[in-house]
């Protein structure tokens, strides 16, 4: 009788240390662990998966046959120490074979080697689990019925927040687990994700565009000398919005334009958002419409600016060259031949040509300069030369002048 109460003890301590292992083992697996395993060709690897989905239930089924054996390894023990009247051997005993054997032990070694375990015990526990399932389901119901009438004044926690993070994210790199370009990356990141679009746009007076009633000429210029791959087309100012012209289009149907108004059927409809839209919902919105570029609306709904998928990843990676960046302020096309913005200083033009504009008002731009030159802000498709430069306004607002194409000339008289 002695010898079958110490092996049914034996197996009731083993049953407690497998269970707790194998809870360990199971809950040690990463988030990245699980995934890899639902896509797993292997059976048992499909298994741990498809347990893990139901975390709560699995602990739940865990829980009772391991406080189960223990209840069982406590009384199998007060029978065989029945003789003794000494009641610290009947405590004592059980306390520590259950602790040590029980939970110490098994966790211990279940948690650096929690994918071994949980190949091993997943076959098991799916068993358990499904026998037990009518009990599980009803303590489950039980101990939800308490925690609501017990435990009401307890919400759920928060999620995690920005600062948060970024504390992480720092204590991360302090300690090597990620390099300094790792968390700057992570980093840029979470900006997107409470900086707003209005703080990350191009402003309405640096946006660039084609306007109907200009030549096709001015597009070219665009399309060709500024190398822009999508412009807005407007009919008048910017207010009327026509629709978005890529590169690729234009030049598909080049042959088959004749005048400006044939770009109508061939404009793709634009992408509008409102200035308080995060950067953050803004790419994802931009990536699920296939867009790369989204115009932005004021409250009143005027247009305020622009933003390209490229702004919102230069938020992240941090400032991209490029020459096709219209926010310089000028691009040299030749020799003798730039494309500058009407804000270039003129002591900025010198140092490009090695001449200085000489100008009687003191004009400070280039811009303010050819309207000193002509007597007023003149529309886009004017031309202007002197004896030593052809100027032609690429495109300008009724207040100021934006874009300039400027070549040097030889032996030519000043003329409007």
Same mark, same amino acid.
């Given at each position: 009788? +002695?010898?079958? /109460?110490?092996?049914?003890?034996?197996?009731?301590?083993? /049953?407690?240390?497998?269970?707790?292992?194998?809870?360990?083992?199971?809950?040690? +697996?990463? &988030? +990245?662990?699980?995934?890899?395993?639902?896509?797993?060709?292997?059976?048992?690897?499909?298994?741990?998966?498809?347990?893990?989905?139901?975390? %709560?239930?699995?602990?739940?089924?865990?829980?009772?046959v391991h406080i189960f054996a223990n209840?069982?390894?406590?009384?199998?023990?007060?029978?065989?120490?029945?003789? $003794?009247?000494?009641? #610290?051997?009947?405590?004592?005993?059980?306390?520590?074979? #259950?602790?040590?054997?029980?939970?110490?032990?098994?966790?211990?070694?279940?948690?650096?080697?929690?994918?071994?375990?949980?190949?091993?015990?997943?076959?098991?526990?799916?068993?358990? $689990? %499904?026998?037990?399932? &009518?009990?599980?389901?009803?303590?489950?119901?039980?101990?939800?019925? @308490?925690?609501?009438? /017990?435990?009401? $004044?307890?919400?759920? !926690?928060?999620?995690?927040?920005?600062? =948060?993070?970024?504390?992480?994210?720092?204590?991360?790199?302090?300690?090597?687990?990620?390099?300094?370009? !790792?968390?700057?990356?992570?980093?840029?990141?979470?900006?997107?994700?409470?900086? /707003?679009?209005?703080?990350?746009?191009?402003?309405? !007076?640096?946006?660039?565009?084609?306007?109907?009633?200009? &030549?096709?000429?001015? @597009?070219?210029? *665009?399309?060709?000398?500024?190398?822009?791959? %999508?412009?807005?087309?407007?009919?008048?100012?910017?207010e009327n919005i026509l629709g978005v012209?890529?590169?690729?289009?234009?030049?598909?149907?080049?042959?088959?334009?004749?005048?400006?108004?044939? *770009?109508?059927?061939?404009?793709?409809?634009?992408?509008?958002?409102?200035?308080?839209?995060?950067?953050?919902?803004?790419?994802?919105?931009?990536?699920?419409?296939?867009?790369?570029?989204?115009?932005?609306?004021?409250?009143?709904?005027?247009?305020?600016?622009?933003?390209?998928?490229?702004?919102?990843?230069?938020?992240?990676?941090?400032?991209?060259?490029?020459?096709?960046?219209?926010?310089?302020?000028?691009?040299?096309?030749?020799?003798?031949?730039?494309?500058?913005?009407?804000?270039?200083?003129?002591?900025?033009?010198?140092?490009?040509?090695?001449?200085? @504009?000489?100008?009687? =008002?003191?004009?400070?731009?280039?811009?303010?300069?050819?309207?000193?030159?002509?007597?007023?802000?003149?529309?886009?498709?004017?031309?202007?030369?002197?004896?030593?430069? @052809?100027?032609?306004?690429?495109?300008?607002?009724?207040?100021?002048?934006?874009?300039?194409?400027?070549?040097? *000339?030889?032996?030519?008289?000043?003329?409007?």
């Open positions: 009788m +002695l010898f079958m /109460l110490i092996v049914f003890l034996l197996t009731l301590i083993f /049953l407690s240390g497998y269970f707790s292992a194998a809870e360990t083992a199971l809950f040690s +697996l990463s &988030p +990245l662990t699980l995934k890899a395993y639902r896509v797993s060709s292997q059976g048992r690897l499909n298994l741990i998966a498809r347990l893990m989905e139901h975390p %709560r239930q699995v602990l739940v089924t865990l829980m009772i209840i069982l390894v406590q009384n199998v023990i007060s029978s065989i120490f029945e003789p $003794f009247p000494n009641w #610290t051997l009947k405590v004592g005993v059980p306390l520590v074979l #259950t602790l040590l054997f029980g939970d110490i032990l098994p966790k211990s070694v279940a948690m650096p080697y929690n994918t071994a375990i949980s190949y091993h015990v997943a076959p098991v526990v799916s068993k358990v $689990f %499904r026998w037990i399932a &009518p009990f599980r389901k009803l303590l489950t119901a039980v101990t939800s019925g @308490l925690t609501r009438c /017990l435990f009401f $004044f307890l919400h759920e !926690e928060k999620e995690i927040s920005i600062d =948060e993070l970024r504390h992480v994210l720092k204590t991360s790199e302090e300690t090597g687990v990620l390099l300094h370009e !790792e968390a700057d990356l992570i980093d840029g990141m979470l900006k997107l994700q409470q900086v /707003l679009v209005k703080e990350r746009m191009r402003p309405r !007076e640096e946006m660039l565009f084609y306007d109907l009633q200009q &030549p096709f000429s001015a @597009l070219d210029h *665009l399309f060709i000398e500024l190398e822009i791959t %999508r412009v807005p087309v407007c009919d008048g100012d910017l012209l890529s590169t690729r289009v234009y030049f598909f149907h080049q042959n088959e334009l004749k005048e400006p108004s044939d *770009l109508l059927p061939i404009l793709k409809k634009p992408c509008y958002v409102p200035e308080t839209m995060k950067c953050w919902a803004l790419l994802q919105y931009l990536r699920e419409r296939g867009e790369s570029l989204a115009l932005v609306v004021n409250e009143y709904g005027s247009i305020s600016g622009l933003i390209t998928q490229e702004d919102l990843i230069e938020a992240v990676v941090g400032e991209i060259s490029d020459k096709r960046d219209v926010k310089s302020l000028y691009t040299r096309s030749g020799p003798d031949v730039i494309i500058a913005s009407g804000k270039l200083e003129l002591e900025e033009f010198r140092d490009v040509f090695g001449i200085a @504009l000489k100008s009687k =008002e003191n004009a400070v731009t280039l811009g303010g300069w050819l309207i000193e030159q002509l007597g007023d802000i003149p529309p886009a498709g004017t031309k202007y030369a002197n004896d030593q430069f @052809l100027f032609y306004v690429l495109a300008a607002d009724p207040n100021r002048i934006r874009r300039i194409y400027v070549r040097k *000339l030889q032996n030519r008289q000043g003329k409007k």
